[in-house]
């Protein structure tokens, strides 16, 4: 296939492109505006593999879409494009708007004109919290954050373009991933990486938050299916086999570098904190997908990643990322990283 994958250099989007490229030969073109969390670096695993074409763009740039679609020709539109930490969309929801909300229409609009397939990427997050059972593809759409609340509002714009326009939509909702390549401001990396420095572990609220974890490689899969096989104007769950608390979750990345539970501390709870997220995957797995990777397994993978690329994340950690976390929390940890 010919495809134009939207925030193609971050962390799922690149796994995304990696797997299409190698395991299915499609040609792929990138569009990503590289913001903090996008780096060209996460797709050179496919450095000077012609079947890959890149562009830094904005979706929400009419002008950088089109040529991006010139470039590629694409028979579908891919769509991870988004700004997406929980915590930076408390502190400012405006680049959250603009790119969930006005550049998921700019690409809706770009796949209408010219009758492309359409994938968009979201999340278990819309449906909000659930404290028992697991969320269906019907389950009502109840956001808590601002990323979740603007993710809600570009699926809501895709479906409409599937019932008033026609145009093949699908969507898909995946849970929390993990893996390689993810930018550390989110728990795993964050808490892999303070570990491994000797650095404090800052656990929100009593710790006890359930998350759904899901392997990158295992949601991209997920993604491939809904893009072959996914019926036009349907939603579909990626779920993974393993839920667990945020301690625990913790308390293994301690085992697994060799830190000390010491550095563990009880920090400020984030506002509007959802307490679980839980979803049912049977719909995906009708299409024949199953994730193929269990927790325990794939952390441990995780960390050794880590542990093993710090050409990687040495740059990160030394830029723009030490703003943030003095930002977020400065004042409850000190000066870590
Ligand atoms: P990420 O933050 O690692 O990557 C996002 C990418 O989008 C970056 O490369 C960034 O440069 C690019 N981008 C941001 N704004 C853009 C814009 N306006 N125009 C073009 N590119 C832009 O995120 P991720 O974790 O890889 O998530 C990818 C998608 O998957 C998102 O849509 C997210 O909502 C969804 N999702 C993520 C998870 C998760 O646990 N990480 C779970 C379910 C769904
Ligand atoms: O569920 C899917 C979502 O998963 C995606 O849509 C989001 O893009 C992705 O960021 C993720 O959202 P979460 O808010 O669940 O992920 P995060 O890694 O920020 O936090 C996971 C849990 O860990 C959450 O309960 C908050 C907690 N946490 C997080 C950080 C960064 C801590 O206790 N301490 C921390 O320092």
């Not at 550049?103 to 359409?118: D, F, I, K, S």
């Amino acid at each position: 296939m010919r495809l134009l994958v939207c925030g193609g250099a971050g962390f799922i989007g690149s796994t995304f492109v990696r797997q299409r490229v190698r395991e299915h030969g499609d040609e792929v073109t990138v569009l990503d505006k590289l913001t903090y969390a996008g780096r060209e670096e996460n797709l050179s695993e496919l450095a000077g593999d012609e079947r890959l074409r890149f562009l830094k763009g904005a979706i929400e740039d009419p002008r950088a879409v089109a040529e991006a679609i010139e470039l590629g020709a694409p028979e579908a539109i891919v769509n991870f494009a988004a700004e997406t930490h929980v915590d930076r969309s408390i502190a400012a929801p405006d680049a959250f708007v603009r790119t969930h909300a006005l550049g998921t229409y700019v690409l809706l609009e770009a796949a209408r004109e010219r009758a492309l397939r359409y994938v968009q990427v979201s999340t278990d997050e819309v449906y909000g919290s659930i404290e028992v059972g697991t969320f269906t593809e019907d389950s009502p759409l109840a956001p808590s954050s601002p990323y979740s609340a603007t993710k809600a509002a570009a699926d809501l714009l895709a479906q409409s373009y599937f019932h008033t326009y026609g145009l093949p939509v699908t969507i898909i909702r995946g849970s929390n991933n993990y893996g390689p390549y993810q930018y550390p401001e989110k728990l795993i990396p964050l808490m892999v990486l303070n570990a491994m420095h000797g650095d404090p572990l800052p656990v929100y609220g009593d710790g006890m938050q359930v998350r759904n974890w899901i392997h990158a490689s295992d949601f991209s899969r997920a993604i491939g299916h809904v893009l072959e096989h996914g019926e036009p104007g349907e939603v579909y769950n990626a779920g993974g086999p393993d839920e667990e608390a945020n301690i625990t979750v913790v308390r293994r990345i301690i085992e697994l570098t060799g830190a000390s539970e010491s550095q563990m501390e009880h920090v400020a709870d984030r506002p509007g904190h959802d307490r679980r997220y839980s979803l049912s995957s049977e719909k995906v797995r009708a299409l024949g997908w199953e994730p193929r990777c269990r927790f325990e397994e794939g952390l441990a993978d995780t960390v050794a990643w880590y542990r093993d690329n710090p050409s990687w994340w040495q740059p990160i950690r030394s830029g723009e990322y030490r703003e943030y976390y003095a930002r977020q929390y400065g004042q409850a940890l000190g000066q870590a990283p």
